[in-house]
């Protein structure tokens, strides 16, 4: 370590002044193909593969050929300038290895999407010339910093071009592997520092210093709002979320604290999607640790490590996955999906009715936005992305009313042809880019003028505002435009976006409309294998059984004869599979398949107890399985066919094979068997169980006949519930059916999308709120769903009545999440208004720790 810092000794405390860019090591048979010399420089290598590229797979439209190759040379000539083709020829080099190797990469992320040079060699599938793109946006030679020391080249790493490539979940670690191959002990995954959020302050402190219960405080997070994956701080949320704004008058010292200790360092961690990448061996430059499953990380945050080497960003995308899959198992293509077709965009063009599955679309806010636009091409779909966020999103009746009548809104005829395809709304950093060259700025100044902007660099502002004024006096332009420019770089400063990002995204999210569409069942079938890795495998297979009827397809169960390891096609429909059963282990899996191997038609009841004893299956496993319906053979009660499992599984091995001889008598009724137990003499001339043996087995029995007792008074309830808590959804019946033998007649939550409808309900709550309004008025505020969807609900005091007191003075229990209730209600613009609830007391047990 002291050799290698004694060569920096007369440079900035021998500290290395900057980047140096990892050697690049190009395999020969790339230099064949293009007919170069292996001696020639990485320059000319890369010069060399870009222009092959843009002769040979590429096509350019009529009359375009010398414009693409102006450009070309001119970010080839700013690539060199800056020192920037190594890390150039770096992406290439991972990138080209994920196309041999068939692993799934996504179009481009962020600024890259607008390089030409990128586009050519194949890191980014978005053409930029075609969609308006700069590179400038991605290099600026005003913000790139070279430093020679001794004749090495540096980079300043905080000024270093970025690229981010997302690929196929599942291969991540393949790619990372072969990144350390090839540059090998050269690499590390990063450390981060994770610091307290407002939700974890908020759950110690309230049950630290206001001695809050665990269960309450948690409901309280819950109300700290989440946007676009960041959650909002303490102050934010007090302005933001209406409930939790009520609870905090009522803990001011809570607050007062958590606010205290909000942002400082908790923990460290992993980076998820970032590998650093030296030039040095990475002990000479870096401190390394060990995490606990043994990888090696750098002991500096992603910000220091930018300083000293590359921070190469690898992001495992899901989407790209499914994709892949469904591409792969139809044979398609990706590349030559047209998605200039009008076809393509007509289910969201219609009106989409739900969004799960499509990239970016399924987010809430996307959701809402894609709904309003109703996109019919790639940009509108673009600028569905760009408008789905903190204030863009007030632009949305705008741009919608432009989709819908083609008539943009105009600031200045000046700036017109810039804006008029975003409906006169400057959403994107690249249109004021082009807005600032228009009244004379070069691509490089208008991209330093949006940094200064988006930065806020305030000292800088005053200078910038003269700069303008006076281009737009150089060039005898209406003076009124410097202040028209300066406006909207302020504002836009607080919503634009960058183009690239959105459009590359868009791309993304219109590969998951054409497959959706199009090939919806092969498209579901991939998203329900995926549902494994998700937070909420079985919530997301809930949602997605939901969608599959507007698609005229069902989710089959799991079944013990039909079912694979994974979903699975079946005709038309889609068979459940084994590995996303809740609580069936790698273990049980295993057995579950070692189960069926032995397994036959001629099978009777006691025989397949026995084979799935015999095959490791956990009784509990298995009692799980027949109470959810994995047993079709055995269409009685299925609360019943548990309890003769349990039973089954109490028996001595002599009692298991004897119950076999004498099972065709008792029509293979275990419990009758056993209940008759003193008068069978059996083929070894004993009582199949004497009087003590008899008060041993109910000793144990005893607990599994109370859940029977408990799940057979309600059974169509128990084979839902079983359905839903294993599977995530049910296949049975809708919840409203299986209350509908009492007589009651319950409407679904789709009769509540038409206005001014009043009826019966009931439904899961999955959110619920207690509080006082403004006027006083207490109220309970709940989300319900169903089968159908998912619903806001008042319950209330007001002038009509104290609803809300009366049902607490009647003795009334609050609901809590995941409690049934039912309600009268009427709709009233976005919520349902209950006249009065019922919380169902029915309860079921999965298992023994229940009855407690």
């Not at 420089?41 to 890369?46: G, T």
């Not at 219960?213 to 997070?221: A, G, H, L, W, Y």
């Not at 429909?573 to 069926?596: A, H, P, T, W, Y």
């Not at 009826?759 to 769903?785: A, E, H």
Request: aromatic share 12%; proline share 4%.
């Amino acid at each position: 370590m002291k050799n290698f810092y004694s060569k920096f000794s007369s440079y900035n405390n021998c500290i290395p002044p900057g980047v140096k860019l990892p050697s690049i090591i190009i395999d020969q048979h790339y230099y064949n193909e293009l007919g170069l010399d292996i001696g020639v420089d990485n320059f000319a290598f890369l010069k060399e593969l870009s222009f092959f590229n843009l002769k040979n797979k590429f096509k350019i439209p009529k009359g375009k050929h010398k414009y693409y190759k102006d450009r070309l040379n001119s970010e080839l000539s700013i690539l060199k300038e800056l020192g920037f083709v190594d890390y150039i020829l770096l992406n290439w080099d991972i990138i080209n290895y994920c196309h041999k190797e068939n692993i799934p990469v996504g179009p481009g992320r962020g600024s890259a999407a607008g390089s030409l040079v990128l586009y050519l060699i194949g890191v980014t599938k978005i053409d930029p010339i075609k969609y308006d793109l700069f590179f400038e946006r991605f290099v600026s030679k005003s913000r790139a910093k070279k430093i020679i020391v001794d004749g090495e080249t540096f980079l300043d790493g905080s000024l270093l071009a970025d690229v981010d490539n997302d690929i196929s979940y599942e291969y991540r670690q393949k790619v990372i592997d072969y990144i350390e191959k090839k540059n090998p002990n050269r690499t590390a995954k990063i450390l981060t520092l994770n610091t307290l959020s407002s939700k974890l302050c908020i759950k110690e402190c309230g049950k630290i210093v206001s001695d809050i219960p665990e269960k309450d405080v948690n409901i309280v997070s819950s109300f700290i709002p989440k946007k676009f994956g960041k959650v909002s701080s303490i102050d934010q949320a007090l302005e933001e979320s209406e409930k939790f704004n009520l609870w905090s008058k009522d803990y001011p010292d809570c607050i007062k604290i958590a606010k205290k200790i909000e942002g400082l360092n908790k923990n460290t961690g992993v980076h998820p999607s970032g590998i650093a990448i030296s030039f040095y061996q990475i002990s000479e430059i870096c401190p390394l640790q060990h995490t606990s499953d043994g990888s090696i990380i750098t002991a500096y945050d992603m910000n220091w490590v930018s300083e000293l080497m590359v921070k190469f960003d690898i992001l495992g995308l899901r989407t790209l996955t499914v994709i892949h899959d469904v591409c792969r198992s139809l044979n398609i293509d990706l590349d030559t999906i047209n998605l200039d077709q009008k076809s393509l965009y007509r289910p969201l063009s219609k009106g989409l009715r739900s969004p799960h599955g499509l990239f970016q679309i399924e987010a809430d806010t996307n959701f809402r936005v894609c709904q309003l636009v109703k996109p019919k091409n790639l940009e509108q779909l673009s600028a569905v992305i760009a408008l789905a966020r903190p204030g863009a999103l007030e632009f949305s009746n705008s741009y919608a009313e432009y989709t819908e009548n083609n008539t943009p809104q105009t600031i200045h005829e000046f700036f017109s042809d810039v804006l008029s395809y975003t409906g006169g709304i400057p959403l994107y950093q690249e249109q004021l880019m082009k807005m600032a060259v228009k009244i004379g700025f070069t691509l490089d100044e208008s991209e330093q003028l949006r940094r200064i902007v988006g930065k806020k660099k305030v000292e800088l502002i005053p200078e910038w505002q003269e700069k303008i004024r006076k281009k737009v006096e150089d060039n005898n332009l209406p003076s009124e435009l410097s202040d028209i420019l300066w406006s909207v770089a302020e504002d836009s400063a607080n919503y634009s976006f960058n183009k690239s990002h959105s459009l590359a995204y868009a791309m993304l999210s219109a590969w998951t409309v054409y497959l959706k569409f199009k090939y919806p069942q092969d498209f579901f079938l991939s998203l329900l294998k995926m549902t494994k890795f998700e937070p909420s495998p079985q919530e997301e297979i809930n949602n997605i059984s939901q969608e599959l009827s507007f698609f005229k397809m069902k989710l089959l169960p799991p079944d013990l004869e039909k079912s694979d390891i994974d979903f699975s096609k079946e005709g038309s429909d889609i068979r459940f599979g084994f590995n996303s059963i809740k609580g069936v282990s790698e273990k049980s899996l295993s057995s579950l398949l070692s189960f069926r191997s032995k397994s036959s038609d001629s099978l009777n009841k006691f025989n397949t107890f026995l084979i799935a004893k015999q095959a490791g299956l956990n009784i509990g496993i298995l009692s799980s399985l027949i109470q959810a319906g994995c047993l079709p053979s055995y269409s009685c009660s299925r609360s019943l066919v548990a309890l003769e499992a349990q039973s089954f599984n109490l028996l001595t091995d002599r009692e298991k094979r004897l119950s076999l001889e004498i099972g065709p008598k008792y029509n293979y009724q275990l419990l009758n068997i056993i209940a008759d137990s003193n008068n069978i003499i059996c083929s070894d001339g004993k009582v199949f169980m004497n009087e003590s043996r008899l008060e041993t087995f109910k000793s144990k029995y005893s607990k599994y006949k109370k859940i029977y007792l408990q799940n057979k008074s309600f059974e169509k309830f128990a084979n839902w519930y079983f359905e839903t808590k294993i599977l995530g959804y049910s296949y049975s019946g809708d919840l409203k059916s299986v209350f509908q033998d009492s007589g009651e007649i319950y409407n679904s939550l789709d009769f509540y999308q038409d206005s001014n409808c009043r009826g019966k309900f009931i439904g899961v709550v999955t959110d619920v709120f207690k509080g006082v309004s403004r006027s006083n008025n207490k109220y309970l505020k709940m989300t319900i769903s169903d089968e159908y969807g998912s619903y806001p609900v008042m319950f209330m005091d007001n002038s009509r009545g104290n609803k809300y007191s009366h049902y607490i003075e009647q003795g009334g229990v609050l609901p809590v999440k995941d409690d049934i209730v039912s309600f009268v209600g009427s709709r009233f613009n976005d919520a349902v208004f209950a006249d009065s609830i019922n919380l169902l007391q029915e309860k079921i047990y999965l298992k023994l720790s229940d009855i407690s």
